[in-house]
């Protein structure tokens, strides 16, 4: 099957779509195993993919699987892949080739069926131009690109997603809340949530613990969490399109800096598709996490 190769912001829920993908998809009653790459020590981390058998190394008292060999039959999800060192990238990519795994210390290779789903936070283009990613095994890896938008650009999704959580949250705690106060409801559209869709969810379960329900009022929430939000700015106009007014354009962008040149036909291009991140991002060859990285980047400064 096709992998698959997610990107987006910490937070913005990576692990759970690809939990997603593998429960829709017909290995569903196979096994989900993940492995975070950038939270296992270099050293460690081919022994956690592919397994060792006893005595390959000190401190291996027992053969052990590995991640590819557990996953067999389902899917193996690779979190922060731009983690992984350049080493294990050549033996992921003769894994992803030949669907082998040779655990470290073993002399003979085993055969498994694996579909690998893998993410990052960061730019995996970036990557690969730095040279920390090989980029044959992008181009293995990245066959059905996802892209997790960050939730300052996801709308209504915000209080849908704090609902459901509201709700999930009270019947673990024993707690009835009724809703979110129309207060609640506008701070949470224009706060930025720099945290995600993980900070929202620490934000709803601060509430539930903390409180004994009733509808979420702004002196419920978490201090730390400002009560007063600007909206985000609107984005500038596109540029004119008229053939006849390139030369204007032209001579209003001569002398300025590269990088208020490169904003400004951003935010222009961004107008041209009503603001939306992924639409923008094709029209100028980009990849949407390099997008968002700069709007975040703008809106910083």
């Not at 001569?254 to 939306?276: C, K, M, N, Q």
Request: with cysteine; aromatic share 6%; hydrophobic share 40%.
């Amino acid at each position: 099957m096709a992998t698959v190769f997610i990107t987006g912001e910490s937070g913005t829920g990576k692990e759970l779509c690809a939990l997603a993908i593998h429960d829709n998809s017909a290995r569903a009653t196979g096994p989900f195993i993940a492995l975070n790459c950038g939270a296992i020590p270099q050293d460690l981390l081919e022994s956690e993919v592919f397994g060792h058998v006893k005595g390959s190394f000190t401190g291996a008292i027992s053969d052990k699987p590995g991640a590819a060999t557990a996953a067999d039959g389902g899917t193996l999800f690779l979190d922060e892949i731009c983690e992984m060192a350049p080493a294990l990238q050549t033996k992921l990519l003769r894994f992803l080739q030949t669907s082998t795994v040779q655990p470290v210390g073993a002399t003979r290779p085993r055969k498994v069926n694996v579909r690998i789903v893998c993410a990052t936070n960061q730019d995996p283009l970036d990557a690969v131009r730095r040279g920390a990613f090989r980029e044959d095994l992008y181009y293995r890896l990245f066959v059905v690109p996802i892209h997790m938008p960050p939730l300052r650009d996801r709308g209504e999704d915000v209080i849908e997603i704090a609902q459901a959580a509201l709700h999930r949250f009270s019947v673990e705690e024993g707690r009835n809340f009724a809703g979110l106060s129309g207060e609640v409801e506008t701070l949470f559209r224009n706060h930025p949530w720099p945290g995600n869709v993980r900070q929202l969810l620490n934000v709803i379960r601060h509430v539930v613990v903390l409180n004994d329900g009733g509808l979420v009022t702004l002196p419920m929430l978490p201090e730390s969490l400002p009560r007063s939000v600007q909206p985000p700015p609107a984005p500038a106009a596109a540029a004119p399109t008229d053939p006849a007014s390139s030369g204007y354009v032209l001579d209003s962008l001569i002398g300025r800096p590269l990088a208020e040149i490169e904003r400004i036909v951003i935010e222009a291009t961004l107008a041209r598709f009503d603001g939306s991140v992924p639409k923008a991002a094709r029209a100028l060859e980009l990849s949407p996490s390099t997008l968002y990285r700069k709007i975040e980047g703008w809106r910083g400064a």
